[in-house]
């Protein structure tokens, strides 16, 4: 092989490289915003519950709790929408690569 062809190999690994470290950092990013998001669901149904807790205790006016209650629920329904657009994407994007890899989008689209 001469200088040439080596160096055109380098190159290709190091693409190649480089393309695996981004696939890893977007699953990895994924990977955070789905425990963020659970996180974040977690976290406002508990502070729903002290929020309770403390409306029969009558350390909170029913104006306060009801204004509180209504923030949290709000901040639970679109951690829920975010987490469900994150983990829908992650999960279409398995599928379909399993499909692709498996042969199964290329028998049905030729009619075998």
């Known amino acids: 092989m001469g200088e ?3 160096e055109r190999l380098r190159g290709r690994n190091i693409n ?3 393309s695996i470290e981004g696939a890893i950092l977007i699953w990895l990013a994924i990977g955070a ?3 963020g998001g659970v996180f974040i669901v977690a976290r406002s149904a508990v502070q729903l519950g002290s929020v309770a807790y403390r409306v029969m ?3 909170l006016s029913r104006g306060a709790a009801t204004r509180e209650t209504a923030l949290m629920s709000l901040v639970l329904l679109a951690a829920l ?3 469900a657009v994150i983990a829908g994407y992650a999960i279409f994007a398995i599928f379909g690569s399993l499909l692709e890899s498996g042969g199964a989008i290329n028998t049905l689209n030729n009619g075998s």
């Open 4 to 6: 040439g062809s080596k």
């Open 16 to 18: 190649l490289v480089t």
């Open 33 to 35: 915003g789905i425990a």
């Open 57 to 59: 205790e009558r350390q």
């Open 81 to 83: 929408l975010v987490t």
